[in-house]
């Protein structure tokens, strides 16, 4: 059966997105048909205006809508504390009740020999500017603990070894509800070396 | 962090798709967000365009460009069979090559009390009187094997038993890869029921 265009083109679009097979994407196609146009049309706006109001923060570089973003623009935060993430989704589970009440530099991707991603490609440049010229206390280095993250956080480090402003990884071990039994030996190696006194 | 609006209401919208998540939609609309504009516009334009030069088929509810589909148009195919599916998807199933040469009628939807779906809201009336206006053979029922499906396929049956047409139901048994050992008992009942010699 010869699909019309607007249906083939609707579903070639969403098949692009990470996750979204051909089957789901079909799917997902013939699930918007039944919805009312006024509906398709809240979803497509929504997508094509996604960037319209947004820019980069000037002093963290996290996505915002104003030229100093909510986070840098507040007050009652401890601006001492820079804690270094990849992603802006990074920011926003950081940004549960209670985890850290510093500020963040966004690096927008790590260090990825492999996908031609080099230092100059992120915004470390822009956070060692930031470090020296502010009165920052601690760096926090929150990059994944993978290939990428350790040695983006380990370049960080080195570039700002000169200084002598406390820099920090986040811990790793066994996240809550976790196994030991299924634990990696990486990580339990890394569960014994930093553990910690009652 | 109080996420940017365009972020938030982009997040809102792919949520209501089935099957995606909030987590699902943040992570599609941070990948969006690193996209060019010009690829924004393409998928919003794709979603919103989608519905704008389709209809029904005059004779099988289909979905089609056309007034009369593709299917319906094709003087190579048997006229005289009408397979009765559910939604244009299953179509899409039954179209892959040597499955089926006959036509097709849509039903878009099954008959669900619990959903408050009545056979009014489906094209039942019309698939009876195109049936029984025209020179048809068979009517194969081809909904899925569940309770909506059985009972929609029996309605359709008994409205139809005043006629001379043959009416059958697609056969229920073990699909081609599957294991007897993890299949259900109805369907094994089926499958011994439905058994064929060589």
Chains 1, 2 share one sequence.
Do not use: W
């Not at 947004?54 to 996505?63: G, T």
């Not at 994944?144 to 370049?155: L, R």
Request: a neutral charge; hydrophobic letters at 35%; proline letters at 4%.
């Amino acid at each position: 059966m010869k699909l019309p265009y607007s249906i083939n083109l609707a579903i070639d679009e969403l098949n692009k997105l990470p996750g979204i097979g051909i089957k789901t994407a079909q799917r997902l196609v013939f699930y918007l048909l039944q919805k009312k146009q006024v509906s398709l049309d809240t979803l497509g706006d929504a997508i094509k205006n996604l960037k319209k109001d947004l820019v980069y923060c000037k002093k963290c570089e996290n996505i915002s809508e104003t030229d100093i973003c909510s986070i840098c623009s507040d007050d009652t935060r401890d601006h001492s504390i820079i804690c270094v993430v990849s992603d802006p989704l990074d920011v926003i589970a950081l940004e549960k009740p209670d985890v850290y009440k510093g500020v963040y530099h966004v690096l927008h991707g790590l260090i990825s020999p492999i996908e031609g991603v080099s230092p100059a490609d992120l915004t470390i440049d822009k956070l060692i500017e930031r470090v020296k010229k502010n009165d920052i206390k601690e760096v926090i280095m929150a990059t994944n603990p993978t290939m990428e993250g350790e040695s983006t956080a380990i370049y960080i480090q080195k570039k700002l070894s000169d200084t002598k402003i406390k820099i920090t990884r986040i811990a790793q071990g066994i996240p809550v509800g976790g196994d030991i039994e299924y634990a990696d030996e990486i990580t339990l190696k890394n569960a014994i070396k930093g553990r910690v006194s009652y």
